[in-house]
């Protein structure tokens, strides 16, 4: 009982908001990228169903369906036509008996390669291309996740979360920020149901920016016209996932899994489906087919928005646009590859992107032997 009341007052943080805090509503947002094929192919609908370990990104409470063995995920992703790169690698480790979960997850978003004109044009005003210097904008992020077994019993099982994440943030040599936060999360499953809830950045997560410019650059920004920043704080507001999932079994060898994701944020009105003052609410829809745990065939739908129309040339009427997405996955032994086919845009705009995951389980000749 004591444990179930831990869980609910961590969970409960993500309800207190403070006045006179100052956040940005679009702070870290290479966090609600996604992590693995099959989240993006199911439209980042994860939170209730997750149990492998990607769970140490979309709710860490999952990481308990890694069972006997150690699991490495990796997925690469090119998004632009290969502008921005983005990488993800995890770890989960059983512990206990089973009874309780490590992971570690490592994040990082870059845009390499970044052109540096700030000293092209000479003081006689010539132009000078030796000048030009590129640098890499890029972000990163660690989890070390930790997640614990509450109930087990034959009908209903309880599993309980939490993530620790330290972030690093670079522009060059000009700006780097460092930032920590803790994420929470619980899963319950009831016979054929899964519940989901995934409490992120229930500390407030924070960024501490400092600047570095030589004199020659700051001399160059203030004839240029532009300010030069100095050191500043960036809050991530607190928000809450919360999802439901239900298994149908089509036959012996079939079964579909279907789920709805809720996207709650507290720091004021988005273009979301519920949007109102301070709490927005977006939703996410998955559905996966698993084919004798062997074939896996996915879709999803997210990211619903009011945009201008195409064709409305008074730019007065407004549509809903969303984000699709599709993909499929096999496992052959101790390995699973997964393929998601993404849109970065909406339904009406042809701009998708590729990705691949791999998930390679450390099985053992001990473990081979049992199976």
Not at 122 to 149: H, M, R, T, V
Request: aromatic share 12%.
């Amino acid at each position: 009982m004591r444990r179930k009341t831990i869980a609910f007052c961590l969970l409960s943080v993500v309800w207190v908001t403070t006045a006179s805090a100052q956040f940005r509503k679009y702070s870290n947002e290479f966090l609600n990228i996604g992590a693995g094929a099959r989240g993006l192919s199911m439209g980042s609908a994860q939170v209730a169903s997750v149990q492998d370990g990607t769970a140490g990104y979309w709710n860490p409470a999952g990481l308990i369906g890694v069972q006997d063995h150690p699991s490495i995920n990796l997925m690469h992703a090119e998004y632009f036509a290969g502008i921005g790169k983005y990488d993800y690698a995890s770890l989960a480790l059983p512990l206990a008996g089973n009874k309780r979960t490590l992971g570690v997850t490592a994040l990082r978003f870059a845009v390499d390669d970044i052109m540096n004109t700030l000293f092209l044009v000479e003081p006689d005003g010539s132009i000078n291309y030796n000048n030009i210097q590129s640098f890499s904008s890029a972000d990163y992020a660690f989890l070390i996740s930790l997640a614990q077994k509450l109930k087990e019993s034959t009908n209903k099982n309880v599993h309980f979360g939490v993530n620790a994440k330290i972030i690093h943030r670079s522009v060059g040599h000009f700006a780097k920020a460092w930032g920590f936060g803790l994420d929470a999360g619980v899963q319950i499953i009831h016979d054929k149901w899964k519940f989901g809830f995934a409490a992120r950045d229930i500390t407030s997560t924070f960024n501490a920016w400092s600047f570095n410019f030589s004199d020659k650059e700051k001399e160059a920004l203030y004839l240029t016209n532009n300010e030069i920043p100095v050191k500043s704080t960036e809050m991530t507001a607190p928000r809450l996932v919360a999802g439901a999932a239900r298994d149908f079994t089509l036959s012996k060898k079939v079964s579909l899994l279907a789920e709805a994701n809720f996207d709650v944020t507290f720091d004021g009105k988005r273009n979301t489906v519920i949007s109102s003052n301070p709490i927005s609410i977006d939703p996410k829809l998955g559905v996966e087919c698993n084919i004798n745990n062997v074939f896996y065939l996915r879709a999803g739908i997210n990211n619903f928005q009011k945009a201008l129309a195409d064709g409305d040339t008074l730019n007065q009427k407004k549509v809903w646009i969303y984000q699709p997405s599709a993909g499929a996955g096999f496992r052959i032994q101790n390995v699973k590859i997964d393929y998601a086919f993404t849109n970065l845009a909406n339904q009406s705009n042809p701009l998708f992107t590729h990705v691949f995951s791999l998930q390679f389980d450390l099985v053992n000749d001990k473990n081979k032997k049992k199976k």
